[in-house]
């Protein structure tokens, strides 16, 4: 257990800039997430705190001690990997006393040890069994195990679930989130599925190109996304998005048009742009409500999906703009063709500027 | 309908028909020496296929011959440390040439592909040179040093090429575990690796066993040849007199370890060499 200080980290393959000066903290015991696209650098940065790459600047400080010349074994740190990377030819057991052998512990420590970690993880009676006998949720737990049985002061994830089939996943999700619950240890966690993200973290770091988009927790992120990239990608549906233009704005919020929904009287601050400038307006398909106006019904009704608990309704705008959604629980009464108005929950609209970032709740706005 | 069956029974019987001719080719000269070396010399020039009795004189002269055991125990010697050589130094080379990045790895291959490329005859009076030079001249010591030079690069080209394909996580989790590259190799790889090294150390024996060419320059006294020389230089009672029998014995004798030991890792020599062929 112990607290990870990153202190702008670069990294530079060749002339390749990957991780471009990563500033993070944290916390003794906290469970954080890394989420973004492929290739935004999820995997490096995680290799750089286990020490598997060599860190090109930067500090890197581990329970306030700068790490960055010290071999992984020497961090304290623990690995599962994607692939498992279990010992083909050691059996369970042989896994998960590998590091502490190497660490020269006597033998009834690593006995002990080797127990212990495989009673927390229901692997007891599986100990004498090679990795190629096992099923891939066991597998995945002699992972976990190998990685624990040394104790390490962080545990870091490489998706480590995504090999799994998806009941499996969830299942071995919750056993993840109630080991990190019992042992209480700092564990860093890199996954691209922001369900596994929303439900394990204490906080996320969205990653994009190198560089950090926005640090939060789970709350934070879904409804004060600083960016339109978080808005987009932390969610599920995805969030809708829809040109707007200001119309103006003072101390208490803002007004804005948007084609389709008319003109909205929203919290936001304008900061400081004037009448005519360019937004985006986005809303989480939770946040929509249907309306069967008269004079209003601009949406045409493209699709509905019924998924038991409930309803994604397709709408397409009459400018044949990309589609939106709609979420509803259900059961609900729309059907394919109807034509609807939309009318979006104020205190849950979005506005990004023309680089893409929130505009912030006005301080004396009648929302907040 | 007659007629398909027709064809494929012919197909059939076409089948085995060349296996039986390859077979025969292949093992009847073998044959051919074990009925040899069992028969009396007096039968020797009696054409027969067939044994129609044992005779062991002809292996009991060859043992009682002193310098032939000592051949024996020379090649013996010979092959295993140039085995135990090829590998080690193999094994490691690999791990650098596999595992590790650096810069002129790729030429460094091509140099290795390239060295063994050399007929044998071609360095023969460099080589010699060189083994007289290091005082290694009629001592198994200089056949060691030369079959190793001709071993190495084939060791290094298929065990880098095997090493190449153990995963890197695998070689990431033993780091995390506090391996050194050292404890990598020995207990993560090689355990790993017993099919390409059960196929090369294989490979480099018989080569190193059946060697003639290095062993008949590099040694001169009875007492420090291998088995491939001390086989030619068994000589009969007069000039005119070659001892076919003896020779067959001395033949049979060395070609027996050959064969058990292909047959003992005959499964790991067939999967290593297919190893690098498909992935998965
Ligand atoms: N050893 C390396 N040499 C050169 N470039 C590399 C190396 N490792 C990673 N990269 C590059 O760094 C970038 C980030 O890779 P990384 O593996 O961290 O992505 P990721 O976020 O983990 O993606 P994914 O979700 O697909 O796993 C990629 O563009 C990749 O090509
Ligand atoms: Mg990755």
Same mark, same amino acid.
């Given at each position: 257990?112990?607290?990870?200080?990153?202190?702008?980290?670069?990294?530079?393959?060749?002339?390749?800039?990957?991780?471009?000066?990563?500033?993070?903290?944290?916390?003794?015991?906290?469970?954080?997430?890394?989420?973004?696209?492929?290739?935004?650098?999820?995997?490096?940065?995680?290799?750089?705190?286990?020490?598997?790459?060599?860190?090109?600047?930067?500090?890197?400080?581990?329970?306030?001690?700068?790490?960055?010349?010290?071999?992984?074994?020497?961090?304290?740190?623990?690995?599962?990997?994607?692939?498992?990377?279990?010992?083909?030819?050691?059996?369970?057991?042989?896994?998960?006393?590998?590091?502490?052998?190497?660490?020269?512990?006597?033998?009834?420590?690593?006995?002990?040890?080797?127990?212990?970690?495989?009673?927390?993880?229901?692997?007891?009676?599986?100990?004498?069994?090679?990795?190629?006998?096992?099923?891939?949720?066991?597998?995945?737990?002699?992972?976990?195990?190998?990685?624990?049985?040394?104790?390490?002061?962080?545990?870091?994830?490489?998706?480590?679930?995504?090999?799994?089939?998806?009941?499996?996943?969830?299942?071995?999700?919750?056993?993840?989130?109630?080991?990190?619950?019992?042992?209480?240890?700092?564990?860093?966690?890199?996954?691209?599925?922001?369900?596994?993200?929303?439900?394990?973290?204490?906080?996320?770091?969205?990653?994009?190109?190198?560089?950090?988009?926005?640090?939060?927790?789970?709350?934070?992120?879904?409804?004060?996304?600083?960016?339109?990239?978080?808005? +987009?990608?932390?969610?599920?549906? /995805?969030?809708?998005?829809? $040109?707007?233009? !200001?119309?103006?704005?003072? *101390? =208490? #919020?803002?007004?804005?048009?948007?084609?389709?929904?008319?003109?909205?009287?929203?919290?936001?601050?304008?900061?400081?742009? +004037?009448?005519?400038?360019?937004? /985006?307006?986005?809303?989480? $398909?939770?946040? !929509?409500?249907?309306?069967? *106006? =008269? #004079?209003?019904?601009?949406?045409?009704?493209?699709?509905?999906?019924?998924?038991?608990?409930?309803?994604?309704?397709?709408?397409?705008?009459?400018?044949?703009? /990309?589609?939106?959604?709609?979420?509803?629980?259900?059961?609900?009464?729309?059907?394919? #063709?109807?034509?609807?108005?939309?009318?979006?929950?104020?205190?849950?609209?979005?506005?990004?500027?023309?680089?893409?970032?929130?505009?912030?709740?006005?301080?004396?706005?009648?929302?907040? | 309908?007659?007629?398909?069956?027709?064809?494929?029974?012919?197909?059939?019987?076409?089948?085995?028909?060349?296996?039986?001719?390859?077979?025969?080719?292949?093992?009847?000269?073998?044959?051919?020496?074990?009925?040899?070396?069992?028969?009396?010399?007096?039968?020797?020039?009696?054409?027969?296929?067939?044994?129609?009795?044992?005779?062991?004189?002809?292996?009991?002269?060859?043992?009682?011959?002193?310098?032939?055991?000592?051949?024996?125990?020379?090649?013996?010697?010979?092959?295993?440390?140039?085995?135990?050589?090829?590998?080690?130094?193999?094994?490691?080379?690999?791990?650098?040439?596999?595992?590790?990045?650096?810069?002129?790895?790729?030429?460094?291959?091509?140099?290795?592909?390239?060295?063994?490329?050399?007929?044998?005859?071609?360095?023969?009076?460099?080589?010699?040179?060189?083994?007289?030079?290091?005082?290694?001249?009629?001592?198994?010591?200089?056949?060691?040093?030369?079959?190793?030079?001709?071993?190495?690069?084939?060791?290094?080209?298929?065990?880098?090429?095997?090493?190449?394909?153990?995963?890197?996580?695998?070689?990431?989790?033993?780091?995390?575990?506090?391996?050194?590259?050292?404890?990598?190799?020995?207990?993560?790889?090689?355990?790993?690796?017993?099919?390409?090294?059960?196929?090369?150390?294989?490979?480099?024996?018989?080569?190193?066993?059946?060697?003639?060419?290095?062993?008949?320059?590099?040694?001169?006294?009875?007492?420090?040849?291998?088995?491939?020389?001390?086989?030619?230089?068994?000589?009969?009672?007069?000039?005119?007199?070659?001892?076919?029998?003896?020779?067959?014995?001395?033949?049979?004798?060395?070609?027996?370890?050959?064969?058990?030991?292909?047959?003992?890792?005959?499964?790991?020599?067939?999967?290593?060499?297919?190893?690098?062929?498909?992935?998965?």
């Amino acid at each position: 257990m112990a607290s990870v200080t990153l202190d702008k980290i670069n990294k530079v393959f060749g002339r390749d800039h990957i991780i471009k000066g990563i500033d993070l903290s944290i916390g003794d015991g906290e469970f954080v997430v890394f989420v973004g696209p492929s290739g935004c650098g999820k995997s490096t940065l995680l290799r750089l705190i286990a020490g598997l790459e060599s860190i090109t600047e930067g500090e890197l400080r581990i329970a306030g001690d700068v790490v960055n010349d010290l071999p992984p074994r020497e961090r304290g740190v623990g690995m599962v990997f994607q692939s498992y990377a279990l010992y083909p030819h050691m059996t369970v057991y042989e896994n998960m006393a590998f590091g502490l052998k190497l660490a020269k512990e006597g033998s009834e420590t690593i006995k002990e040890r080797v127990m212990a970690t495989a009673r927390i993880l229901q692997l007891e009676d599986l100990l004498h069994r090679k990795p190629k006998a096992l099923s891939g949720g066991q597998r995945q737990r002699v992972a976990m195990g190998r990685a624990m049985a040394r104790e390490p002061r962080i545990l870091l994830f490489d998706e480590p679930l995504s090999n799994l089939d998806a009941s499996l996943r969830v299942q071995m999700r919750n056993e993840i989130a109630r080991l990190h619950q019992r042992l209480g240890s700092t564990v860093i966690y890199v996954t691209h599925d922001q369900v596994e993200a929303m439900t394990l973290a204490d906080k996320i770091v969205v990653l994009r190109n190198g560089s950090i988009e926005q640090v939060g927790s789970p709350q934070e992120l879904y409804q004060r996304p600083a960016t339109r990239f978080v808005a +987009g990608f932390i969610g599920s549906p /995805t969030m809708n998005f829809m $040109p707007a233009e !200001l119309l103006g704005g003072d *101390a =208490e #919020g803002c007004r804005v048009s948007a084609p389709g929904l008319g003109k909205l009287a929203l919290p936001q601050d304008a900061n400081g742009q +004037g009448a005519g400038a360019k937004l /985006t307006l986005g809303v989480r $398909p939770e946040h !929509l409500r249907l309306a069967e *106006a =008269e #004079g209003n019904n601009r949406f045409e009704i493209v699709n509905v999906e019924y998924l038991g608990n409930e309803v994604y309704v397709y709408l397409e705008p009459k400018a044949g703009d /990309t589609l939106l959604i709609h979420r509803s629980e259900a059961p609900s009464h729309w059907s394919i #063709g109807q034509r609807v108005a939309l009318v979006p929950d104020l205190e849950h609209v979005h506005l990004f500027d023309a680089h893409d970032r929130a505009l912030g709740i006005a301080k004396r706005s009648r929302a907040a | 309908m007659t007629s398909r069956r027709f064809n494929k029974l012919a197909t059939r019987i076409g089948f085995w028909v060349l296996v039986a001719v390859v077979l025969i080719y292949a093992i009847f000269p073998f044959y051919y020496a074990v009925i040899t070396s069992l028969k009396p010399s007096s039968e020797l020039f009696s054409v027969s296929y067939w044994l129609d009795s044992l005779d062991f004189s002809n292996y009991a002269q060859i043992f009682s011959q002193s310098s032939f055991v000592r051949a024996i125990f020379n090649s013996i010697l010979v092959s295993i440390s140039v085995v135990a050589i090829a590998l080690l130094l193999g094994i490691t080379a690999s791990y650098a040439l596999g595992r590790v990045r650096f810069r002129g790895r790729t030429t460094v291959m091509l140099v290795v592909l390239g060295v063994s490329m050399f007929p044998q005859v071609a360095v023969l009076s460099g080589l010699f040179e060189v083994i007289r030079g290091l005082g290694l001249y009629n001592n198994p010591a200089g056949l060691i040093l030369s079959y190793t030079i001709f071993t190495l690069p084939f060791t290094v080209w298929v065990l880098t090429t095997f090493m190449k394909q153990l995963p890197q996580e695998l070689e990431e989790a033993a780091i995390m575990d506090g391996a050194t590259p050292w404890v990598t190799i020995t207990k993560v790889f090689l355990p790993l690796m017993w099919p390409a090294m059960a196929t090369t150390g294989l490979l480099a024996f018989i080569a190193a066993w059946n060697e003639f060419l290095f062993a008949l320059t590099f040694t001169l006294s009875d007492h420090q040849r291998t088995v491939p020389v001390a086989i030619a230089l068994i000589s009969g009672g007069s000039q005119h007199e070659l001892p076919w029998g003896p020779i067959m014995a001395a033949s049979v004798t060395v070609t027996v370890p050959l064969v058990v030991l292909v047959m003992i890792f005959q499964k790991r020599i067939v999967s290593g060499l297919t190893a690098g062929a498909v992935k998965g």
